[in-house]
């Protein structure tokens, strides 16, 4: 009873959430108790096949929780109201990308991939690899779960720096096709997009970070729609069919990524999506009934990042593992809790409240800004950052894996690659087209 009275609480948890945002369904509040319904309209429908029952104190812990987000998000649309009170302008100039540029940049992630292919074979080939390429993800995959595995710094960098020129390049396409700029010629840059994709699947052996690219192409699509719409409210049926093509574009690539991996075959994709995106509710639930507070590190499930920086600096020694326990459900095994279990265990109760009210502050005055700003740049790195958002009622990204290194290097390479990509061809045209015009009136004088 009490899983049905979670659904109809985020039910109407949405409609508050429309209300207040006056319909906008992008809004962070809408977004993150979407996530969570999904979820746990997931979990009430394998309910009696997972054989558990929420308790009443999850359900009161979930709404909130959410509703703690909310209230940091319409404080923070408060604040950038009074800050930010002029109507940006409108840009839709093309981007244009030189043609040749494009190549070279081709067959420069052409050979990151051919690293990144070499690099885990090898990896794989330690695993006791005998089989060959086809059996390569699956061994290799083995050795990345092995305790005091790490990736090289040079594997490192290449796929930091090829999802940044994926995403230069995907912004570059999505927004001429928006703003109805786009030519035949624009199909190029979707190389890049695939070859990054192509170069993190393999690099990183997972499938999880499929989520967080559609994510940032989803995101950015919609934003670019309704800057296009003068941010008035996108159709609901638009983004309801925008988002299920997202959604099954990801469980191709989730499907094909896991068979090529062989995590699982045909006859379990259904109960494998749905253990991935459901059972994170019971779970949450298991470990709020069980929770014991014990002496411990602060920050111990959440800033992971952090103390990986302070143990390469000599300042801590302290070992930390990212992956929670495994808990069952009538032999179904799953470790993920939602982004709430890190906060509880790291922070406490009253630590998960003051830590959803930041980030309800943080996305909504992100959002606001973004929507008062002409610029795409603060678009996109909203849109990178709406992976937390949309994965938070499965898993807490936000601490966990963007406060880190590899969030700085990503933003260093994106300005380098917005540099060389864009700017710096462009300001070299503009300088060759003055030149000719310099000379073009010094022949007129004469």
């Known amino acids: 009873m009490s899983s ?8 109407l948890l949405l409609i508050i959430a429309l209300i207040i945002s006056r319909k906008d369904i992008l809004s962070p509040f809408a977004v993150s108790t979407i996530m969570f319904l999904i979820s746990t309209g997931v979990a009430v429908v394998y309910m009696s096949k997972w054989q558990f029952s929420l308790s009443y104190v999850t359900v009161f812990i979930i709404i909130s929780a959410l509703l703690i987000f909310g209230a940091g998000e319409v404080f923070s649309k408060k604040v950038c109201g009074c800050l930010f009170k002029k109507e940006p302008e409108i840009r839709l100039n093309r981007v244009e990308i030189p043609t040749g540029l494009t190549i070279v940049i081709i067959l420069l992630m052409c050979v990151f991939l051919l690293y990144a292919f070499r690099t885990i074979y090898a990896l794989s080939v330690q695993g006791g690899n005998a089989e060959g390429y086809g059996a390569m993800m699956t061994y290799a995959r083995r050795m990345t779960l092995q305790e005091g595995y790490s990736r090289s710094r040079g594997l490192n960098h290449i796929l930091v720096f090829s999802k940044a020129l994926s995403y230069i390049f995907g912004w570059a396409a999505l927004h001429n096709f928006v703003y109805r700029r786009f030519k035949k010629t ?12 192509g170069i993190y699947a393999v690099g990183t052996v997972t499938r999880g970070f499929a989520i967080e690219w559609i994510a940032y192409y989803l995101m950015l699509y919609l934003l670019m729609c309704s800057k296009k719409n003068r941010w008035k409210s996108i159709n609901i049926w638009k983004i309801a069919l925008v988002g299920g093509g997202a959604l099954a574009l990801f469980l191709v690539l989730f499907i094909f990524l896991g068979m090529a991996a062989n995590r699982f075959n045909l006859a379990s994709i259904v109960d494998t999506i749905a253990f991935y995106t459901g059972l994170s509710i019971p779970s949450l639930d298991h470990y709020i009934a069980n929770h014991i507070p014990v002496s411990q590190i602060v920050g111990s499930e959440t800033l992971y990042g952090v103390y990986a920086v302070l143990n390469k600096l000599g300042m801590s020694d302290v070992s930390m593992n990212m992956a929670l326990e495994f808990i069952s459900f009538n032999g179904v095994e799953g470790n993920v809790f939602t982004s709430l279990r890190r906060y509880i265990n790291d922070f406490g109760y009253v630590g998960l409240y003051i830590v959803q009210f930041y980030l309800g502050v943080f996305y909504g005055f992100f959002y606001n800004f973004v929507k008062k700003q002409s610029s795409e740049g603060p678009m996109i790195v909203y849109a990178i950052f709406a992976y937390p958002l949309v994965i938070q009622a499965i898993e807490e990204k936000f601490f966990s894996a963007y406060v880190a290194v590899g969030t700085v290097n990503l933003f260093i390479y994106m300005i380098v690659s917005y540099l060389v990509v864009l700017k710096i061809p462009q300001l070299l045209k503009e300088y060759r ?14």
Do not use: I, S
């Open 4 to 11: 049905y009275v979670l659904l109809a609480a985020l039910c």
């Open 186 to 197: 624009d199909c190029l840059y979707a190389v890049p997009v695939v070859l990054g994709f």
């Open 433 to 446: 087209q003055r030149k000719k015009g310099v000379g073009y009136e010094n022949r007129k004088t004469n």
